[in-house]
């Protein structure tokens, strides 16, 4: 052994210690049994369906991330500024919306809402009629008013949190209200928020399997119908949850890299 | 018993063979109209009653109805309380293992459902790609819809028929695949009052389920349920029953 081979071990030790390294053989070994002691060769006849149930399953999260999160800055918003009728209302809806099972309130707008609009005399001959007799509209809108009552939550928390000296400081340069609240508060709100935030979009992730009970033709859609048809139980499930971790895993990672862009340590 | 009832006929002086042969139908006491359902004086009413009664009568035997829970009606078959069944039980490799079934009386096919002015047609490629076609996953519907059209065509999978019915009255979907027996009691409702029946499954590779009464094995009333069978629907009785419930034709089958 010589003298310069110790520290490069010592650094492969710190990055691959022995515990890391037996649990990935673990990982690989049990991969293997799965890719190996299982039948796939159901597989190919679903992958189309699958791709496409993927690409829909993405789509209806991002949509209502995105929408959820622009409902979620003005009820974060008005419990901190409004000590009146405003605050009431954003605090009722947040209450509301999380102390509801999400699957629910999804057969609600489904099922509920949306079979009443389709009521309405003459609705079927407007140029809304297509997307309302889709599910996924419905789909979006509750999945992304469920994100915006807890997001909301958080902003309340991240507004409530910045302190008053940095406002009061662009203040004083002479900035007017809407120049602070973009410049100074919301940017230092969401750094705080960030990660409890980006919690909230790997726990959405997950939620969307649910809009298969509504019809959309997602992801988990294409799995049980997979699982109707050949009668397997595990393959088709390992798979999807295979497919949920990668997914969860990549996001996990991406969002760690822009905390650790905008994160507070530093600055 | 028997030999009681035989004294009995010799007592009264009667030859054996001028007496019908006394049967009891067993009936599901649940309600399954317009198949059977009982009224609040005991009496039965519905498709099959009168059916049942119609070939009875044609094959010289005399026949009671009795309900009987659904989940014990095969066990009751077996321990002589009733002597057939005739309550829309369909005929199934697994049953035909423990009872012997007579020739089917009603076949139940699969039908396309959808508003009444809808125009479908499930053979016309055109008609098939501007329809939004809805069927309940995990039925042979899926299996027969998904080979039909070789997954060419976007199906909306539904998990249970209640809902794919609400759906269809929302408008969001235009036509169900859906068993014919099955859906009736929708059909028949009010809220189903503006849909029927567009079309019907005919084709080999889907045959029908197909109903028929259920007997004790090597019953000898098989046979003589299987003639007054073929009589009625010769004679046009059964057409006359099956008018007052359905129109459709709910025989389905090339009549004898």
Known sequence: MTALALPTRRRLRKVMPVYRMIYIAIGLATLYLIVTGLSWDWL????PKLWTGFQISLAIWAASVIFGFLIALPLGLAQVLSRGPLRWLSVAYCTTLRGTPLLMQLWLFYYGLGAMMTQIPGIRSTVLWPYLREAWPFAVLALSLNFAAYAGEIMRGAFAGVGRGEIEAGKAFGMSSTKVFFRIWLPLALRQALPTLAGETVMQLKAIPLVATVTVPEMYAV?????HDTLLTYEPLLLIAGIYLSLTFLLVQALAAVERRFSLAKR | MKKTALTLALAFGLAAPALAQDLKIGIDSAPYPPMSWQEADGSFH?????????VCAAAALNCTHEGVAWNGIIPALETNKIDMIVSSMTITPKRQEVVEFSDPYVSSNAIYIGHKDFVFDPNDPE?????????QTGTSHEDYLTRKFDGQVDLKIYQAQDEQLADLVAGRIDVVL?????????LSSEEGKDFKALAMVEDETYPPLKIGAA???????????NEGLKTVLQNGTYDEIANKYFDFDVYGMPKP
Request: aromatic fraction near 10%.
């Open chain 2, 127 to 135: 008609i098939i790609k501007n329809t939004r076609l809805a069927v």
């Open chain 2, 215 to 225: 007997f004790r094995k090597g019953d000898a009333n098989i046979a003589k349920f």
């Open chain 1, 44 to 47: 190919p006849k679903y992958l």
């Open chain 2, 46 to 54: 519905g498709f099959e009653v009168e059916l049942a009664m119609a």
């Open chain 1, 223 to 227: 799995i049980s119908q997979s699982r």
């Open chain 2, 178 to 186: 859906s068993g014919r027996m099955g859906s009736l009691a929708f």
